[in-house]
């Protein structure tokens, strides 16, 4: 609430005093968003789909991001992702300055900084579980793609569907698969939009606890999208998104 | 990502569509097979021809009656004018001016109806002499060629070729029989062996020189001379063939007194077979050329193909371009995926276009139309230019998917249904 009280210059100098990226309490950051806005041109009418952002994500932290539809979620997660550069303000992740970058570093940090999950598992239906998990290994340069990728799904309990396409795997282990392929380059961060969107309470739950474990196990930051309350307590820290602003951040005492 | 692992990625892709690809492929599959097929069979009858026209002889030259029109557009065409002599065949046998000659045979010819007792045909008539059968190398298969003791003569004796012995005596052995060439009777002395060749003396009767003046022909000119249609004249070696022309040009200057030099009052025209082989190999190349460029434009049909399909691949596989994107596929990964796939698919539909192309030859090459076989003939030229113009026409085609696919927005391409 803080941060949408005061004037966006105000905002912008206060985040930019911390450049080493440290909170107070000593906490690394792993994602900060000063002033992000992003405008949409439809036509001849300017849309805008985020409004000043300003927000933060620690290292380590699992965060979800709520909101109604057509609040900017979606939108705000395609910057986090660096799939979409944002029309104005600042964006760090992991210490680096993301805006101004070309498509092809975009991709590169895709590559290596960021897994993602998707509600729709976007998984490759003509490749095998291993093809689709190794295919970050394969635009990063990877050599011994296949062991890697197998140690993914292993960590994600499908080693044994190694060899099944797709349409052969249960909505669950397809999601398995897609978070196994999020995980195989060593991501700083994973970014899932509705993992659990399709799948039912049970298999969510399942989902969800592999999440936690790689958040615990591997200190991978985990950020995800979810409308469904259930999901979001699974988090440490939410971010509510309204009309395009952060309508309330806050820690979630367990 | 390497240029091995597109090339891997790109198979992938092209077999999880196995039937597209397949059906892409065969548009570059029939332009490929149709150049390849056309051009063989124009290089093989290039071939055929020129060996044909070998066979016959490349140190001979001909000489014919009346000027050549080459010298200016008005005079008259080869023949037009009788002014060759058996006089003058023997001034070119005889003179110690023209060392490059090796032989001579004057020869007139006619068609006749030729009458056997079990069947009749009509073919050229031949009268010459035994020099004939030397400068064209014929062997007899049976019975003798015609002698100079026939010449002398002016016997009634033929040799026939052999498709004429076959029609005129099916069943029984021709020497020794008669025949009827018009009203004149004459016997068979001899059956020359098969020759093939486009000209070839397989359907003709050769009789001696002076039969033919004395009995079938008006025999001499005005002034008395016996007339000739045309002289053969071989050169000692096929080298020796322009001093042999230049020879033969001065004797028959002088035989018929011309003193012009420039060759424009030459009454006589000579024949060279090499340069009649040359201008005939330079027209078929060029109509082999023709041939390629027509089968071309099939290819071209096939090039659109595979642009089509790829454009209608990429909007398929905008999820996957979306996807590939997301986890780091950079613009050129993708563009090179999808070039990489218009290549491939090119490239092996070229290579089953070369083995579809090699197999047409073959059965088109056995298929004979009225006794003549079209033979076939694949240059290596032609395989290595045909492999090379479809993996270019595959990435010629497929920049322009490629490009698209490439520049695809990722989150629109996620978004995609």
């Known amino acids: ?254 | 990502m390497n240029l091995t692992e597109s090339i891997r990625t790109a198979f992938k892709g092209l077999i999880a569509n196995k039937m597209r690809s397949a059906l892409t492929m065969l548009g570059i599959v029939i332009g490929i097979a149709a150049v390849i097929s056309l051009t063989s069979i124009g290089t093989g009858v290039q071939a055929s021809i020129t060996s044909q026209f070998e066979s016959m002889g490349t140190n001979i030259l001909t000489i014919r009656a009346g000027a050549s029109s080459s010298s200016s557009g008005v005079r008259g065409a080869f023949g037009s004018a009788s002014t060759l002599t058996l006089e003058d065949s023997e001034a070119i046998a005889t003179s110690e001016n023209a060392p490059a000659v090796l032989r001579v045979a004057p020869q007139m010819s006619t068609y006749s109806q030729i009458v056997s007792a079990e069947s009749n045909i009509s073919a050229q008539v031949i009268g010459t002499t035994p020099e004939y059968q030397l400068i064209y190398d014929l062997a007899v298969a049976s019975g003798d060629f015609i002698t100079e003791r026939e010449i002398d003569a002016r016997s009634r004796s033929c040799v026939l070729g052999s498709t004429i012995a076959a029609t005129l005596f099916p069943d029984s052995e021709p020497v020794g029989q008669r025949v009827k060439l018009g009203t004149l009777q004459v016997t068979v002395v001899g059956v020359l062996e098969e020759q093939g060749g486009i000209t070839s003396v397989d359907d003709s009767v050769i009789i001696p020189l002076t039969t033919m003046q004395a009995r079938m022909t008006l025999g001499r000119t005005t002034s008395g001379t016996h007339n000739v249609q045309s002289i053969v004249v071989q050169a000692i070696n096929a080298d020796e063939m322009d001093a042999a022309s230049e020879q033969v040009t001065a004797i028959l200057r002088e035989q018929h007194d011309i003193l012009d030099p420039t060759g424009d009052s030459d009454d006589f025209s000579i024949i060279n077979m090499a340069d009649m082989l040359e201008s005939l190999d330079e027209v078929m190349g060029i109509l082999t050329v023709f041939l390629g460029l027509i089968a071309g434009i099939s290819l071209i049909v096939g090039g659109i193909g595979i642009m089509n399909i790829m454009l209608v691949s990429v909007t398929e596989r905008i999820r996957e371009i979306g996807i590939r994107k997301a986890v780091g596929a950079k613009r050129r990964d993708i563009l090179l995926q999808f070039l990489t796939e218009s290549a491939i698919l090119s490239l092996i539909g070229g290579f089953i276009g070369l083995l579809a192309g090699w197999l047409g030859s073959l059965l088109i090459s056995n298929i004979s139309i009225s006794g003549q076989q079209i033979p076939a003939a694949i240059s290596p030229d032609i395989v290595v230019i045909s492999m090379a113009i479809s993996v270019a026409i595959g990435l010629f085609f497929g920049v322009y998917p490629a490009n698209k696919a490439s520049r695809l927005n990722p989150i629109e391409a996620l978004r995609h249904e």
């Open chain 1, 1 to 254: 609430m803080e941060e949408v009280l005061l004037p966006p210059g105000a905002a912008a100098r206060l985040w930019d005093k911390p450049r080493e990226r440290e909170l107070k309490n000593g906490k690394l950051i792993m994602i900060e968003m000063i002033n992000i806005t992003k405008t949409y041109h439809i036509g001849t009418i300017d849309v805008p789909a985020l409004r000043g952002i300003n927000c933060h994500i620690e290292t380590g932290a699992i965060a979800a991001i709520v909101g109604p539809s057509g609040s900017g979620k979606s939108t705000l997660m395609n910057i986090i992702g660096c799939l979409d550069q944002p029309s104005s303000g600042q964006y760090h992740l992991d210490n680096i300055d993301i805006a101004g970058l070309s498509d092809d570093d975009l991709a590169r940090i895709r590559n290596q900084k960021i897994g993602f999950v998707f509600q729709s598992y976007n998984l490759l239906h003509h490749a095998d579980a291993l093809t689709n998990v190794a295919l970050p290994l394969l635009y990063g340069g990877v050599p011994d793609r296949n062991r890697q990728a197998l140690q993914a799904l292993e960590m994600v309990g499908l080693a044994d569907r190694a060899h099944h396409k797709p349409t052969e795997l249960s909505g669950g282990q397809q999601q398995r698969v897609a978070i196994a392929r999020a995980l195989v380059n060593n991501p700083s961060i994973i970014l899932a939009d509705e993992p659990t969107g399709s799948l039912d309470t049970h298999t969510s739950e399942e989902i969800m606890r592999i999440f936690t474990n790689l958040n615990k196990e591997k200190g991978i930051t985990v950020i995800f999208i979810t409308h469904e309350p259930d999901i979001a307590r699974y988090a440490q820290k939410i971010i509510h998104i309204r009309d395009g602003m952060v309508d309330s951040d806050g820690e979630v005492i367990i």
